[in-house]
């Protein structure tokens, strides 16, 4: 159905509209945004209240036989919560004039707006992200003489997997997660250019993987970084997003519509991101 007027943006018809467009924003935020792909989502709590926690708990320590019995009781669960503040409060305001929509119509000029935010959703979640795992995170540092970036990412991958802490007992390929700049990622693919039976084309941009790690590119890591290697989890990242809706400005010819959203951002396990 064509909507003609500002005014059918505050009816149901409008509503069903808006309704559409903000599902179509998360869903298109949740496939988009790698830090959705990589977040952590085992949080626990109230996102209305303000915090949420994610849990994390030690490697369990076998007995000698009979040791329970003896006590009367089992190990007790070694862990550690760690609180995720909701502390960032956003918003998408922009008002539609009615001669600005003339042309275009109101349905059109509403999507072609919230491709926009999606964008700038996507970019500001990943970009917090980032910093977050940059500053909470392990810098990484290549040994001596180790220069290349397909030697220095391989020797970072092994750092991770072969870390060993009372939480970790090795971390297998398979649940890293490697983010470069597309600087780095540049680097990295002309280098397989080089490399017979890769399996890898020179006409194939995304090569997925890189010795058993999933690979991703972003615009958004922090000036200055190469890479990040994480476990997916390690940071947690709750988002909440209200529909969108439409008001009438006062004393204008102009609906204001809005979005509002709120999120926060922590290293949940910050030993398990390498930053280079």
Partial sequence: MAINSLNVLLDPTGKMLLAEISKGIIENYQGTAISAQLKNVELSGNPDAGTVKARRF?????????TARAAGKGQSIKGKDVTVDIDQDKEFVEELEEKDVNLLGVAQTVTQRAA???VQ???????AFFLEGQTSGTAYTAPSGVTAPQDVLEDAILTLETLKTPYVDGIPRQLMNLVLSPSYYSQVRKYLDTVTNTGITTQT???????????FKSLNLPTGVNFELMVKGAIAQPVMMNQYQAERV?????VAVEMFYYYGTKAVTPELVLVG
């Fill in 116 to 118: 926009n935010h999606r």
């Fill in 250 to 254: 006062p004393l204008s010819d102009a």
């Fill in 121 to 127: 959703l996507v970019s500001e979640l990943d970009t």
């Fill in 205 to 215: 941009e995304d090569f997925v993987n890189y010795h058993g790690v999933r690979v």
């Fill in 58 to 66: 030690q490697n369990a320590t076998s007995q000698a036989y009979g």
